[in-house]
């Protein structure tokens, strides 16, 4: 028989020892950021961001949409739960900004890189199907409990989508266009932000909507290591067979997700011009 798990561990165990330097300054950096966007969120009394949040919708969506968030998030506020719903929405924000921060410019470079883009793809394959349950282990043993392993693990499981359809908007850009812009000496760097980004940018702000949902999707698995917000309300629900507590709960999280999910659809299904 074989067994990899022991050297996997090795591994880990060998990281942690190592580089606890610099898991220690990725914590600070994270754990600033989350506090940082969690601040903007509890430091306004709560009608405002609820204003704030409606209006966007209203700009992006229409009424319907817009009247489903007023409606929505004052029941999240009256049934007691808005400092935990603006902490999971701290977090899940702050993991997709870095989830996105990484993975467009990987999305990028497998698009214009065959050998980058076949190896890319087994990693991204193995980070969408490993159970988010095994990234919390080394997320802990890195970073300890709390929100920063929750990011961690939450920004694994919700890169791919960016990576992946940031590569398929690139590589759907016709190739009589790309060759009409190099015809008329354009730059790489010129194609790529003037020509390339403009005409992927519906696929990619799709990428950015499904890295949101996977965010959001993580809400609970992350409160197992002590991360907070609204998965911890579901879990308490489940390990004390409170059956009200995590309805409640559960129902915080849907209406955040279909908040989140119509407002960042409504980007991607915007026209985009090419830059001049």
Request: proline fraction near 5%; hydrophobic fraction near 55%; avoid cysteine.
């Given at each position: 028989?074989?067994?990899?798990g022991p ?16 898991f ?10 989350v ?9 306004p009394?709560f ?10 919708a ?6 319907g949409?817009?009247i489903?968030?007023l ?7 009256a049934?007691?739960?808005?400092s935990?719903t603006?902490?999971t929405?701290?977090?899940i ?11 467009i410019?990987?999305g ?15 990693i991204?394959d193995?980070m ?6 095994v ?10 409990l709390?929100?920063?392993?929750g990011?961690?693990?939450?920004i ?15 590589s ?5 266009i ?6 008329f ?7 790529l ?6 005409l992927a ?8 909507n ?41 129902i ?14 409504s980007f ?5 011009k090419?830059?001049?």
């Amino acid at each position: 028989m074989i067994h990899i798990g022991p050297y996997i561990e090795q591994f880990i165990n060998w990281l942690t020892l190592h580089f606890s330097g610099l898991f220690d300054a990725i914590k600070i950096v994270v754990e600033s950021i989350v506090n940082g966007v969690e601040w903007v969120f509890m430091f306004p009394p709560f009608y405002v961001i609820i204003l704030l949040i409606a209006f966007l919708a209203w700009k992006r969506t229409g009424m319907g949409v817009t009247i489903l968030t007023l409606f929505g998030l004052t029941l999240i506020w009256a049934m007691g739960y808005w400092s935990q719903t603006m902490a999971t929405l701290a977090l899940i924000l702050s993991s997709a900004f870095i989830a996105l921060l990484l993975g467009i410019p990987v999305g990028i470079w497998a698009a214009k890189n065959p050998m980058a883009k076949k190896i890319i793809r087994p990693i991204l394959d193995f980070m969408q199907t490993m159970p988010a349950f095994v990234y919390l282990i080394p997320a802990v043993l890195f970073f300890g409990l709390g929100k920063v392993p929750g990011a961690f693990a939450t920004i694994i499981f919700a890169m791919p989508p960016a990576v992946r359809l940031t590569t398929l908007g690139i590589s759907q850009v016709p190739e009589d266009i790309v060759e009409a812009t190099r015809s008329f000496g354009a730059t790489s760097r010129q194609l790529l932000f003037k020509v390339e980004l403009p005409l992927a940018l519906p696929t990619i702000l799709a990428g950015v909507n499904q890295t949101i949902m996977m965010a959001l999707s993580m809400v609970v698995i992350s409160a197992m290591i002590a991360a907070g917000g609204l998965g911890e309300v579901v879990l308490k629900g489940i390990t004390q067979l409170k059956i009200g507590i995590g309805f409640e709960g559960g129902i915080s999280v849907v209406i955040l997700a279909i908040i989140l999910d119509r407002i960042t659809q409504s980007f991607g299904s915007k026209k985009v011009k090419i830059s001049d």
